[in-house]
């Protein structure tokens, strides 16, 4: 039903070799064939961000990249942020305000708010939602989430001035 | 109360009640160590994917399966009647709604689809992705029959009845009325009229329907790993339809990714994956694509509503009447009937106002949509915006300010016990305090100077207020006295481990609303122990005492108090063993912080930790006639009021742009009263994201059909939710009337935002274009719905 290709790439820092149908997408990828189940499948046409991981340091949707694309690529999941320790503030201000409900956006929220963070060290809390306008989140209608991010880059480079 | 138990008594140990505790499950999410139904594989695991009608009625002539069974890896291929001989069907109709009709369903139809979605075969693959080729491959011959799609004529002469069996098309009927109607509307001061409509949508949950189906024929047991809301219920559904034992059934629900009210019903295609499993004696998983979940989710808030509100030259509320029609699909789904929403429209429009002549009547009918069931805050939205939107056009007529006007109507804060027409039963409510408490929050003065200051500039920004009353704790009045087996009681058992710390299971779930955290901190603050030391399962029909899950915002009322009675029992079985251990009488002792007390000097005796290792080790050393019970088991029911209700009122704060239509929220506020609050910060953030799921219904979110019966936008890009970018910041505030059926005193809060913001929305809308006299009345408010009422675009 669909070509085989060998694929060789670096996921969460340990290099990763595989078989893949052409057509298998990162997400399923990620999921089915590495056991990497933290980031979640939502609706297969990259409007929701649940499946949202980092290739070459920016955010993709895994759903709409292809895993034999990837040939030599560097991906990042929140299984490996989690592990290194990168976005713990970020995770921890999640926490703390109850920015996660169910839990099944946050990993995609995570990646795409620490994306933020990097690009924007001080973001209004307009700029946050803007930023965040991929993920959808059914439970917590955002508020915490913007005050979770708005948090975290307030702890890491002081208040934002008015 | 207990004298243990004083929530927000401040900074005793222990004192968890009340305070902002965060959830103990948030750590393993944030690190996408969640396990949804999806992330679960077993051996020899297969999947499913379901071949789904194009047509919205039509007679199955063939299925050609051949093709399809040829492909590598396909397995099986089931269709309706072969699954049909190893399943019972369901008739969804409740016996307490009289009159009430629906058709037995079953797991795939026999020989005939009634909604464009609906699955009429089954692909048992290696991969999700082989049976979704494999289903590609399958011919089936339809016969299109004509299709019933639009409900103003579903009872029309012309109309096509759906089920000839059943006569007609309409499933149910009820006139709920008091007073004198007719004579009040004559004789009235000013009488102020409008049809509303609430446009049909979907639940969305970012977690689609998912489920893992696996027998043990050697055992005879299945087992079933399902994203849901009720797991005991989903126990007898299996048990019955399938022929099996209630024990030879174990419904297990990990981590639920959302569910509000679309997780908590009957999905035949759900069925049909238990029965496949059982018939392979295999772990069988379907996870439903996105395309099927907008075409196989329920639907809900299909309603069109005539109403009308005459008021005297006081300003007083003396009469309303409405007349309520809703589409609910072609089957009423199962167990919780489709007809409970149109039920509760007629059961809650004018609540929160003090007034006699009372008239509502719903009509719910058949068509060829897809089937619509109870979703969050079921029936409030729609009442709460047809009570609101009248209580805007009154104090419109009267000249009076929307506030004023409420303020002169609303129930007395001390006037309670008491009914309304509708026939609602209140135990305590706090309309005027709740209401004074918004108008603060918001500076109403100050908006509305604001808001004439900036219409002079030719900006337009409306204020829409909307009180409610939302219905939690339900009894057994709800399902239970219909004949339906939805438990409307819940179970606690605690129990102290070895080392000190507790374990407490619990009938209710958890969907992310922070159930389990609330246990904990009951518990935690019952027995005496420091949170940390509390873990709660939930979700597990094997291991939880029997219980009716999470819905209807019953977790923290009804299993709140099953968890403080069982914690307090527990602490008591622990005094009792210590007090034998420290030759002491068990009422001079306490438990703090997990250590046994004096209670008079407050000082310490020894750790808990030494009264179970001597229980559960050195048991010979304890009086032999001790009892030494560690564990405790509680129920708890509501038995005075059918449901507690609760109350709040909203406001939404926005800006219309009068070129393009676009509305922009700016904020919105909410103060509500669901009786004691366990964990402020979840009840705060149940209200947000509930209010936000109001917004979308309101301004979003339409499942949109043609005339033939085929949804339109069954896409996350086509049918629109609430995204981070458009959806304001919003203010929560409380006030706290506990009710006093329980020791907790805790009703629920999960719906209480949902209920409100169409309303707060709609009237902010409609106060913004007030300038223009224009209005709108239909959700969702579109652009192109606001342009139509400003005269600048045509109506569709």
Same mark, same amino acid.
């Given at each position: 039903m669909s070509q085989v290709l060998e694929l060789s790439l670096t996921v969460n820092g340990e290099r990763v070799t595989r078989r893949v149908e052409a057509r298998q997408h990162l997400i399923d990828f990620l999921r089915l064939e590495l056991g990497l189940t933290g980031s979640h499948t939502g609706c297969e046409h990259g409007v929701c961000g649940a499946c949202t991981v980092r290739v070459d340091g920016r955010i993709v949707r895994g759903c709409l990249v292809l895993a034999a694309c990837l040939e030599g690529a560097t991906v990042e999941t929140i299984e490996g942020v989690s592990e290194t320790g990168e976005i713990r503030d970020l995770q921890d201000a999640f926490i703390s305000r109850n920015a996660a409900q169910c839990g099944y956006c946050t990993p995609g929220m995570l990646m795409t708010a620490a994306e933020l963070l990097r690009s924007n060290p001080r973001p209004a809390r307009e700029e946050i939602r803007e930023y965040l306008a991929g993920n959808y989140c059914r439970c917590t209608g955002y508020h915490a989430i913007v005050d979770a991010v708005e948090a975290t880059a307030a702890a890491r480079n002081g208040p934002r001035q008015a | 109360m207990n004298d243990s138990i004083d929530p927000g008594s401040g900074d005793r140990p222990n004192s968890y009640i009340g305070k902002s505790v965060p959830r103990p499950n948030a750590a393993k999410l944030v690190e996408g160590r969640g396990q949804y139904v999806d992330d679960i594989l077993l051996p020899r695991l297969l999947n499913v994917a379901f071949l789904r009608s194009p047509h919205a009625h039509a007679k199955i002539l063939n299925i050609d399966a051949g093709p399809a069974l040829e492909l590598p890896g396909v397995r099986r291929v089931f269709t309706g009647p072969e699954l049909a001989e190893h399943c019972d069907p369901w008739v969804a109709v409740l016996? +307490?709604? %009289? &009159?009430m009709k629906s058709p037995p369903q079953l797991p795939l139809p026999l020989d005939r689809t009634t909604w464009a979605g609906e699955a009429v075969a089954a692909v048992v693959a290696d991969s999700r992705a082989l049976a979704e080729d494999a289903c590609a491959r399958i011919a089936v011959s339809y016969q299109p029959l004509a299709a019933a799609v639009d409900m103003e004529t579903a009872?029309?002469?012309?109309?096509?009845?759906? +089920?000839p069996e059943l006569g007609d098309n309409l499933c149910f009927q009820r006139l709920n009325e008091a007073g004198k109607v007719e004579e009040t509307f004559a004789s009235a001061h000013r009488v102020v009229e409008a049809v509303f409509h609430s446009g049909r949508h979907t639940g969305a949950t970012l977690e689609p329907r998912s489920i893992l189906a696996d027998y043990d024929r050697a055992q005879g047991k299945l087992t079933v790993y399902h994203s849901t809301q009720a797991p005991h219920m989903m126990q007898s559904v299996f048990a019955k339809h399938l022929r099996l034992p209630e024990g030879d059934v174990r419904v297990i629900c990990t981590d639920? &990714?959302?569910?509000? &009210?679309? %997780?908590?019903h009957v999905y035949p295609d759900e069925v049909a994956v238990a029965v496949i499993a059982k018939l392979m004696a295999r772990p069988i998983k379907f996870i439903a694509d996105r395309l099927e979940s907008f075409t196989s989710d329920i639907h809900a808030r299909d309603h069109r509503i005539k109403a009308r509100m005459a008021v005297d030259a006081t300003g007083a509320i003396v009469a309303i009447d409405i007349d309520d029609l809703t589409g609910i699909g072609p089957y009423s789904v199962y167990p919780r009937t489709s007809a409970v929403e149109g039920n509760q429209v007629v059961n809650l429009v004018g609540g929160p106002y003090d007034f006699a002549n009372f008239r509502a009547k719903t009509t719910v009918v058949f068509q060829n949509k897809t089937p619509t069931c109870q979703y969050r805050a079921v029936g409030h939205p729609i009442a709460t915006a047809v009570t609101e939107g009248l209580v805007d056009l009154a104090a419109e007529a009267l000249d009076l300010d929307p506030a004023e006007f409420r303020r002169r109507n609303l129930m007395r804060d001390n006037s309670y016990p008491r009914s309304s027409p509708a026939g609602m039963k209140f135990e305590a409510l706090s309309h005027e305090q709740s209401l004074a408490k918004l108008l603060e929050m918001m500076d109403y003065a100050a908006l509305r100077a604001e808001q004439s200051r900036l219409r002079e500039k030719g900006v337009y920004r409306g204020i829409g207020l909307a009180s409610f009353i939302e219905l939690t704790n339900p009894s057994p009045f709800m399902y239970g006295v219909g004949g339906a087996r939805i438990s409307a009681q819940d179970g606690c058992w605690v129990r102290i481990d070895p080392d000190g710390s507790v374990l407490a299971a619990t009938g209710v779930t958890e969907q992310g609303q922070g159930t389990e955290a609330i246990i904990r901190q009951i518990v935690a603050e019952a027995v005496g122990?420091?949170? #940390? *030391?509390v873990r709660v399962m939930t979700g597990d029909t094997l291991t939880t005492p029997y219980g009716g899950g999470t819905w209807a915002c019953r977790g923290a009322g009804i299993g709140g108090e099953a968890a403080l009675q069982a914690g307090l029992a527990v602490k008591q079985a622990a005094l009792q063993v210590a007090a034998a251990m420290l030759q002491a009488q068990p009422d001079s002792l306490d438990l703090s912080n997990g250590e046994i007390i004096d209670k008079a000097s407050r000082q310490a005796r020894m750790p808990l930790a030494e009264v179970s290792r001597i229980v559960y080790f *050195? &048991? #010979?050393?304890?009086?032999? #006639?001790?009892? *030494?019970?560690?564990m405790q088991t509680r129920h708890f029911i509501t038995k005075q009021y059918p449901f507690a209700f609760t109350n709040g009122v909203q406001a939404s704060w926005l800006e219309v742009d009068t070129d393009t239509g676009m509305i922009r929220l700016i904020k919105h506020w909410c103060v509500e009263d669901c009786g004691r609050i366990i964990n402020p910060m979840l009840v705060d953030e149940q209200v947000r994201g509930g209010i936000v799921q109001g917004i979308g219904g309101a301004l979003y979110e339409h499942c949109v059909y043609s005339p033939t019966g085929q949804l339109l936008n069954a896409s996350m890009a086509d049918y629109l939710v609430p995204m981070a970018a458009e959806m304001p910041d919003i203010e929560v505030g409380h006030v706290e009337t506990p009710t006093k059926e329980s020791l907790l005193g805790a009703k629920g809060a999960g719906e209480a935002g949902t209920a409100g913001a169409p309303a707060a929305v709609m009237n902010a809308i409609n106060d913004a274009l007030r300038p223009f006299g224009a209005k709108v009345f239909a959700q969702p408010f579109t652009p192109e719905r606001i342009l139509a009422a400003l005269g600048k675009a045509k109506a569709r």
């Amino acid at each position: 039903m669909s070509q085989v290709l060998e694929l060789s790439l670096t996921v969460n820092g340990e290099r990763v070799t595989r078989r893949v149908e052409a057509r298998q997408h990162l997400i399923d990828f990620l999921r089915l064939e590495l056991g990497l189940t933290g980031s979640h499948t939502g609706c297969e046409h990259g409007v929701c961000g649940a499946c949202t991981v980092r290739v070459d340091g920016r955010i993709v949707r895994g759903c709409l990249v292809l895993a034999a694309c990837l040939e030599g690529a560097t991906v990042e999941t929140i299984e490996g942020v989690s592990e290194t320790g990168e976005i713990r503030d970020l995770q921890d201000a999640f926490i703390s305000r109850n920015a996660a409900q169910c839990g099944y956006c946050t990993p995609g929220m995570l990646m795409t708010a620490a994306e933020l963070l990097r690009s924007n060290p001080r973001p209004a809390r307009e700029e946050i939602r803007e930023y965040l306008a991929g993920n959808y989140c059914r439970c917590t209608g955002y508020h915490a989430i913007v005050d979770a991010v708005e948090a975290t880059a307030a702890a890491r480079n002081g208040p934002r001035q008015a | 109360m207990n004298d243990s138990i004083d929530p927000g008594s401040g900074d005793r140990p222990n004192s968890y009640i009340g305070k902002s505790v965060p959830r103990p499950n948030a750590a393993k999410l944030v690190e996408g160590r969640g396990q949804y139904v999806d992330d679960i594989l077993l051996p020899r695991l297969l999947n499913v994917a379901f071949l789904r009608s194009p047509h919205a009625h039509a007679k199955i002539l063939n299925i050609d399966a051949g093709p399809a069974l040829e492909l590598p890896g396909v397995r099986r291929v089931f269709t309706g009647p072969e699954l049909a001989e190893h399943c019972d069907p369901w008739v969804a109709v409740l016996a +307490h709604f %009289k &009159g009430m009709k629906s058709p037995p369903q079953l797991p795939l139809p026999l020989d005939r689809t009634t909604w464009a979605g609906e699955a009429v075969a089954a692909v048992v693959a290696d991969s999700r992705a082989l049976a979704e080729d494999a289903c590609a491959r399958i011919a089936v011959s339809y016969q299109p029959l004509a299709a019933a799609v639009d409900m103003e004529t579903a009872l029309a002469a012309s109309a096509p009845v759906i +089920h000839p069996e059943l006569g007609d098309n309409l499933c149910f009927q009820r006139l709920n009325e008091a007073g004198k109607v007719e004579e009040t509307f004559a004789s009235a001061h000013r009488v102020v009229e409008a049809v509303f409509h609430s446009g049909r949508h979907t639940g969305a949950t970012l977690e689609p329907r998912s489920i893992l189906a696996d027998y043990d024929r050697a055992q005879g047991k299945l087992t079933v790993y399902h994203s849901t809301q009720a797991p005991h219920m989903m126990q007898s559904v299996f048990a019955k339809h399938l022929r099996l034992p209630e024990g030879d059934v174990r419904v297990i629900c990990t981590d639920v &990714g959302g569910s509000y &009210g679309i %997780k908590v019903h009957v999905y035949p295609d759900e069925v049909a994956v238990a029965v496949i499993a059982k018939l392979m004696a295999r772990p069988i998983k379907f996870i439903a694509d996105r395309l099927e979940s907008f075409t196989s989710d329920i639907h809900a808030r299909d309603h069109r509503i005539k109403a009308r509100m005459a008021v005297d030259a006081t300003g007083a509320i003396v009469a309303i009447d409405i007349d309520d029609l809703t589409g609910i699909g072609p089957y009423s789904v199962y167990p919780r009937t489709s007809a409970v929403e149109g039920n509760q429209v007629v059961n809650l429009v004018g609540g929160p106002y003090d007034f006699a002549n009372f008239r509502a009547k719903t009509t719910v009918v058949f068509q060829n949509k897809t089937p619509t069931c109870q979703y969050r805050a079921v029936g409030h939205p729609i009442a709460t915006a047809v009570t609101e939107g009248l209580v805007d056009l009154a104090a419109e007529a009267l000249d009076l300010d929307p506030a004023e006007f409420r303020r002169r109507n609303l129930m007395r804060d001390n006037s309670y016990p008491r009914s309304s027409p509708a026939g609602m039963k209140f135990e305590a409510l706090s309309h005027e305090q709740s209401l004074a408490k918004l108008l603060e929050m918001m500076d109403y003065a100050a908006l509305r100077a604001e808001q004439s200051r900036l219409r002079e500039k030719g900006v337009y920004r409306g204020i829409g207020l909307a009180s409610f009353i939302e219905l939690t704790n339900p009894s057994p009045f709800m399902y239970g006295v219909g004949g339906a087996r939805i438990s409307a009681q819940d179970g606690c058992w605690v129990r102290i481990d070895p080392d000190g710390s507790v374990l407490a299971a619990t009938g209710v779930t958890e969907q992310g609303q922070g159930t389990e955290a609330i246990i904990r901190q009951i518990v935690a603050e019952a027995v005496g122990v420091p949170i #940390d *030391r509390v873990r709660v399962m939930t979700g597990d029909t094997l291991t939880t005492p029997y219980g009716g899950g999470t819905w209807a915002c019953r977790g923290a009322g009804i299993g709140g108090e099953a968890a403080l009675q069982a914690g307090l029992a527990v602490k008591q079985a622990a005094l009792q063993v210590a007090a034998a251990m420290l030759q002491a009488q068990p009422d001079s002792l306490d438990l703090s912080n997990g250590e046994i007390i004096d209670k008079a000097s407050r000082q310490a005796r020894m750790p808990l930790a030494e009264v179970s290792r001597i229980v559960y080790f *050195r &048991g #010979d050393t304890l009086p032999p #006639d001790l009892p *030494r019970e560690l564990m405790q088991t509680r129920h708890f029911i509501t038995k005075q009021y059918p449901f507690a209700f609760t109350n709040g009122v909203q406001a939404s704060w926005l800006e219309v742009d009068t070129d393009t239509g676009m509305i922009r929220l700016i904020k919105h506020w909410c103060v509500e009263d669901c009786g004691r609050i366990i964990n402020p910060m979840l009840v705060d953030e149940q209200v947000r994201g509930g209010i936000v799921q109001g917004i979308g219904g309101a301004l979003y979110e339409h499942c949109v059909y043609s005339p033939t019966g085929q949804l339109l936008n069954a896409s996350m890009a086509d049918y629109l939710v609430p995204m981070a970018a458009e959806m304001p910041d919003i203010e929560v505030g409380h006030v706290e009337t506990p009710t006093k059926e329980s020791l907790l005193g805790a009703k629920g809060a999960g719906e209480a935002g949902t209920a409100g913001a169409p309303a707060a929305v709609m009237n902010a809308i409609n106060d913004a274009l007030r300038p223009f006299g224009a209005k709108v009345f239909a959700q969702p408010f579109t652009p192109e719905r606001i342009l139509a009422a400003l005269g600048k675009a045509k109506a569709r």
